[in-house]
C-alpha cells in the first residue's frame, strides 16, 4: 500500500509596498549602494510602515490569498503554524490572531520560534501533523515584521532586513510527490552571535534594557557568516546521501536568503549550478522566516509536478537544516 506523504499543495506570499533603497539608506547611515550590493547582494527591501500593522498583517494577506486560489475554505483548516521572531505580541500567538482575522474556527494554532530556520522547522512539524492522518489541511506561515527589531543606527544590521510573509497548505497525498525529508539541527553555541538580548524572561523590558538598545536585533556577521555556509552546505550534502541523489537530481536549490556571498558559497560548496540556485535577495532583503516561502512564491509558475527541491536555511540559535521535497503540482 503506498505510504501517506506530506505534500505542498499551494502557496501565497505578501510583501509591504514601500521600498526602503540602497540609496535611502545612504541618508540614515554611514554606508553606501555599491557596499551594501558587493557585501550583500541586496538593493532594496520591503517595509510595512504602518505602526498599527504587526507581522499578523502581512501573515493574513499571505493566508487570504492562499485559501482563494487553493479553493480552500477557512473552516476546513485543521492547524495553523507560524514561524516568526516577530509575533505581534507575547501572546496570543500569532497564528491565533492570524486565524481569528481569517475565520479558521475549527483549527489549533500556534508560533514557532526558530529564527531564519523557523519555516523549515515549522514545515516539518506540520508535515507529520499531516502524516499522523489526523490532520488534512495544515496551513504553515513564514512571517516577520523585522522593521520593528531593527536599529537603523547599526550600519551593520539594518541593510540587511526586510519585512514579508510566505505560506504553503500542506495536504496528504498518496502519490509520490511531497516532502521527503528533513535534517534539522539547532547549537545554542551561536547565542552571543546573533540574538536579541531583551524583552524575555531574562532580561524584561527597563528603562535600562530600553537605553542600552537590547531590545533590537545583534549580531556579530563574521562568526554568523562561516556558521551559516558550513551548516547549510554541510545539511545539503547530508540531505542528498541520505536520500542517494546527486546534485544533478535537484531541479531547484531554495536556500535562505541572508547574503548572496552566503548563497554563492553554499552553491559551489555543494558543488550547485548557480542558475538552479532560487535568488530574490536584492529585492526583499533578508526576511527571516519568510525568505523561503517568499522564494516559492516568486518561481511558483516556473516549477512543475516532480520538481526535486531542497530547501536549506540557517538562523539564530543556530538553528539549521536542509529539506528535500518533490513539488506536487
Ligand atoms: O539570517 C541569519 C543569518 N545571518 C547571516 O547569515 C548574516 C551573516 N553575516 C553577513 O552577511 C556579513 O558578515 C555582513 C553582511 C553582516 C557583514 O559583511 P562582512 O564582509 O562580514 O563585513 P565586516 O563585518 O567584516 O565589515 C567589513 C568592513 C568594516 O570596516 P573596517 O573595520 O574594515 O574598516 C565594517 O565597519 O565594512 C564595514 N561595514 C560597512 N561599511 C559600509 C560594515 N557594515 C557596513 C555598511 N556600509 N553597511
Redesign the pocket.
Known sequence: MAKMIAAITGVAGYVPEYRLTNQE?EKI????DE??RT??GISERRILKDKEKGTSFMAVQAVKDLLEKTNTLAQDIDLVICATVTPDMHFPDTANLVAYELGIKNAFTYDLSA??SGFLFALETGRRFVESGGYKKVIVIGADKMSTIVDYED??????FGDGAGAVLLEPTLKENGIKDAILKSDAVGKDF?HMKAGGSLRPPSIETVMSREHFLY?N??P??KA?VSGMSGAVKEVLQRNELTKDDITWLVP?Q??I??IESVAHMADFPIERVMVNIQKYG?T?AATIPLCLWDWESQLKRGDKLILTA???GYTWGATYLTWAY
Open positions: 539608506l547611515v554611514d554606508t553606501n557596499w551594501i557585501r550583500t529564527a531564519c550600519r551593520t544590521t539594518c541593510i540587511l546573533l549580531q556577521g563574521k554568523v557568516f551559516a535562505h541572508a547574503n556571498r552566503i533578508n527571516t540557517f538562523g539564530g
